[in-house]
């Protein structure tokens, strides 16, 4: 949302500057050898392209690929639902805050999606994600078991020796 912003709505009032999401930061970090992940990390990790971010955006392979730099890291995808066809966790359309009356909570049904791949974990690049899908993990009874984190805060474990 902040990158969205930032990059497409502040240039209207003069902030003309050069804005990158934080993987497409690390991304180039990482292939310029500046950091580089040693820690072989267990994890299989689904990735959820946020709304802002990937069809807003366009940005889809740098936040996979800082994912692929992490040394044991498994990336698979949520089905059909992902890329340009990914499915929003809710949060942008401001379901953070409302309590659906008919039908299922749209992060519960992106929960869904993530259940349905053999990942221990669901990688976002956005704080209104993580929160999304964490609620809609806990929700499920499955936090003991599954668990949604920033792919950066994989990143930051691996590069831990």
């Known amino acids: 949302h902040c990158f969205n912003t930032m ?10 500057f050069e804005v990158l999401h934080y993987s497409q930061f690390v991304d180039g970090l990482i292939t310029d050898g500046k950091i580089k992940p040693v820690k072989m990390m267990d994890v299989t990790m689904a990735y959820h392209d946020s709304c802002f971010l990937g069809r807003h955006n366009g ?3 740098e936040p996979r690929q800082v994912a ?19 499915f929003c966790c809710g949060a942008g359309g401001g379901h953070m805050w409302i309590e659906e009356s008919q039908g299922t909570r749209v992060n519960h049904t992106r929960t869904e999606h993530f259940l349905d791949t053999d990942a221990k974990t669901v990688g976002v690049s956005c704080p209104f994600c993580l929160q999304m899908m964490t609620e809609g993990i806990q ?23």
């Open 139 to 161: 929700s499920k009874g499955l936090d003991a078991d599954k668990e949604s984190k920033d792919v950066l805060e994989i990143l930051a474990e691996s590069l831990e020796d």
């Open 59 to 61: 940005v889809y392979d």
């Open 68 to 86: 692929k730099a992490i040394p044991g890291l498994k990336l698979v995808e949520m089905g059909s639902r992902c890329r340009e066809r990914g």
């Open 7 to 16: 990059k497409n709505e502040y240039p209207q009032f003069g902030g003309n």
